[in-house]
């Protein structure tokens, strides 16, 4: 229930948006030209970064495969290089999904907002004043494009085309049929000659088409050779074919939209390719600042430096070295081997009036060291 009530919160929101923009306007058209624009105003910075996202992955596509050629046969190498790859390139692989996910409901969006309404097909409720006279309406019932949506006025037409008809209504007085699916006695104009009526429309869907077709050509030509899969070739080779079919019945006003939206993804990734944002250049300047960013110290947080000095509170100190530890730390070093001559025991020794007995001398003790009787204290 909340998700349908959030949807259509989102497609009254455009029903309005259009509407106030179709008030200042007056051209149908050219409204939604507008409203189409500040769709993809808003979700620019989405777009660049799908943009950015998209290119990149095309990018390492022949370094993935050469990990998965050179560890064939053990997935989880090929899936912890592959990783690596990915942090080195500072490539997210799931960054360029949302953007994309999020147009589709747009378009599904604007595909409910610029249908023609159908007739209540329960007419007593309405004559009673329970029900509206017409359902599937996002419009505002005060509004001048409601007005003129339900009494299919000319403000719908837009270069002799009525948005509301479908290439395949094209040149002919179409039925509306009614929320039960009937017919409902109303008529949408469409044309009188089926020829020279459909020529208009047929234009704008091979101009869909077209622009579908040279963005997908234009991301391709900025990726190096080799950086698209079997796959992506396949999606760029079919999808323009796919929306050939799908505006053949889509409202002409919902094939407006998707060729202004495209021609706004072209300029867009023009721009990104004249400024060096996105190509294979940019993607090699992007992996060395990811290099020089992963040689670059670490910043510690707080929370780290605070487990750091709890770490050092914990560890014991060395205690303070006492008074006179240097004579005592020689004194022991004379009882593991011989007394080195002048060393600090002996004169120790000296200064503090012990001598060894006359005639008598420590092995290892040179002659006249003081400590024999041979020496000068010997004689005095």
Known sequence: MIALAVWQGLLDGLGAVLAWIYGLIGNFGLSIIVLTIVIRLVLLPLGIKQIKSMQHMQAIQPQIKALQKKYKGDKAKVQE?????????????????????????????????????APNADQEAVQRGDAPAVVNNHYP????????????????RFLVMNLQCSLVQAGEQAEVSDSAGEPSGQTLD????????????ALLLVLMIGTTFYQQRQMQKASPPGAQSAQQQAIMKYMPLMFAFFGLTFPAGLVLYWTTSNAFQIGQQAFLLRAGHIGPEALERRIAEQKARSNEPEKKGFMAKMMERAEAAQQPTDPKPAKGSGSSSAKGSSKGGPKQPGSGSSSGKRASGTTPPRGKRKPGSAPGDGTSGEGGGGRG
């Open 141 to 156: 019932e005060d509004s001048e494009l409601y007005t003129d949506v339900t009494q299919h006025g000319e403000g719908q």
């Open 81 to 117: 290089e592959t990783m690596k790859l990915y942090r080195e390139a500072g490539v997210n692989p799931l960054g360029g999904c949302l953007p994309l996910l999020l147009q589709f409901p747009i378009l599904i969006a604007m595909y409910s907002v610029l249908r023609a309404p």
């Open 190 to 201: 469409c044309g009188g000659s089926k020829i020279l009526d459909t020529i208009p429309y």
